[in-house]
């Protein structure tokens, strides 16, 4: 069983230069994507993360053929060979849903298995499910899946109950290639998804209104190829970013979007922390005094849910106490107990988690047990006096690539060992 050890005495202060990659969330739908035309695209600046080699599989299984060379990927699906994407491949990867659009449109049939439970909550699917049946496909839900059928897609109008970054997402795709007009309203406006259509756009599609929470899409026949860059990873820099202001770091990161992180910047500079933005790199240096504020999570721009953990590390190390609330996931506070386990001081009550800083911590074995807590758990045993010793690891290899190597570069005593 693999484990992640850190080793610290009191005091490291992290220091370098770290290159940021591609997003996880922006690679996942752009792969999906492919699914919609015969011809190859191309994506570079790939995360090489776990969950790209699980979408890859799913979509060779689909009928892909594809090349990964370093983080440039060339991937083609000329002919759909099977219209199924297993338990076993969604129970890996939620976020396999996003094959259900584009192989509905390009295929008129999808047998895809419904996602189980996961660590942070309850997260249903049936808001895509609603949106591709007013574009007409029929859907049934038989043995844990969902079979779905349609001759081709018509457009419709579609208002999101709930902003949701893959049902926009998958919804923007079958439309891509469906008969007449598709409205989308109430879309999510993640960087994420607007990358997506720009991805469409280049292989022919025709939407209107990327970025914003209205977005117009007229169906076209065929798409083509097309050549894209995948966005950098704005969680991964906000994770750096945290880092750097715990460990009275001087971080520099390059290859980010600071557009795509102004919540998260706003929040760090409130906490302290020194910051100097750059077209695409943000310097980052950690105070000796961190200040404590409140943090309520919400969609794209406000923000981020998947940065909460990595924020709640940074409040334990605030004089006085903080509001943490969050509102997009009914079960993300399953690092509290664990940073607890560290030495923090955290009481949850609802939605809220009220962390009382500035309180030491020390090492102690603990358990990832999402990709966002595991990053939480990382940065507390940055600042744990001692060695901390994380389990759960497989969480982390989804999203982060290489975190280990990048930050033994910056000073940090941290190693993958087998125990
Ligand atoms: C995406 O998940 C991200 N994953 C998540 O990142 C991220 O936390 C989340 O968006 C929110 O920003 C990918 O992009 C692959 P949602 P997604 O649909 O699309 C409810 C990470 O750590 N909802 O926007 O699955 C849902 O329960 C991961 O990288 C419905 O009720 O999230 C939630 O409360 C974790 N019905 C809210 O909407 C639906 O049909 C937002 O979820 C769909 C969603």
Do not use: W
């Not at 940021?20 to 922006?26: H, R, Y």
């Not at 492919?34 to 009928?63: Q, W």
């Amino acid at each position: 069983m693999e484990k992640i050890r850190i080793s610290n005495t009191q005091g490291l202060k992290l220091e370098g230069t770290v290159r940021i990659s591609g997003a996880k969330n922006a690679v996942l739908p752009a792969i999906a994507a492919s699914l919609l035309t015969r011809a190859e695209v191309r994506l570079d600046n790939v995360p090489l993360v776990k969950d790209v080699y699980t979408i890859l599989a799913l979509m060779k299984g689909l009928g892909a053929d594809y090349d990964l060379q370093g983080n440039s990927l060339s991937i083609a699906m000329k002919k759909v060979l099977s219209d199924e994407a297993s338990y076993e491949q969604v129970r890996a990867m939620r976020a396999s849903i996003l094959v259900l659009g584009p192989l509905l449109a390009r295929y008129g049939k999808a047998t895809v298995a419904l996602p189980g439970g996961c660590a942070i909550g309850s997260r249903p699917i049936d808001l895509h499910i609603h949106g591709l049946q007013k574009m007409g496909a029929a859907i049934s839900l038989e043995h844990g899946y969902i079979h779905a059928e349609v001759s081709r897609l018509h457009g419709a109008e579609v208002e999101f109950e709930k902003k949701t970054v893959t049902g926009t997402e998958n919804l923007v795709m079958a439309a891509a290639l469906a008969e007449g007009e598709t409205v989308l309203r109430n879309c999510a406006c993640e960087p994420e998804v607007s990358s997506l259509c720009e991805l469409l756009v280049k292989m022919g599609a025709r939407i209107e209104g990327l970025g914003q929470d209205t977005i117009r899409i007229q169906g076209v026949k065929e798409l083509g190829g097309a050549s894209h860059k995948i966005i950098p990873d704005r969680i991964e820099a906000g994770t750096f970013l945290v880092a750097g202001a715990l460990c009275r770091g001087d971080l520099l990161l390059t290859d980010i979007e600071p557009g795509h992180l102004e919540t998260v910047l706003e929040k760090l500079r409130i906490a302290g922390a020194g910051l100097d933005l750059g077209p695409d790199r943000v310097r980052v240096t950690g105070g000796a005094d961190i200040r404590s504020q409140d943090i309520t999570t919400s969609s794209y721009p406000g923000f981020p849910t998947d940065m909460q953990a990595q924020f709640m590390v940074l409040m334990t190390q605030a004089q006085g106490t903080s509001i943490i609330t969050e509102t997009i996931f009914d079960r993300r506070f399953s690092h509290v107990n664990e940073l607890m386990r560290l030495g923090a001081s955290i009481e949850v009550s609802g939605d809220k988690a009220i962390v009382h800083g500035k309180t030491p911590l020390s090492g102690a074995e603990v358990m990832a047990t999402d990709l966002r807590a595991s990053a939480s758990l990382i940065l507390a045993g940055l600042i744990a006096g001692g060695q901390t010793l994380i389990n759960g690891v497989e969480h982390i290899d989804r999203g982060y690539e290489n975190i280990e190597a990048k930050l033994r570069r910056l000073g940090a005593n941290i190693e993958r060992i087998t125990g």
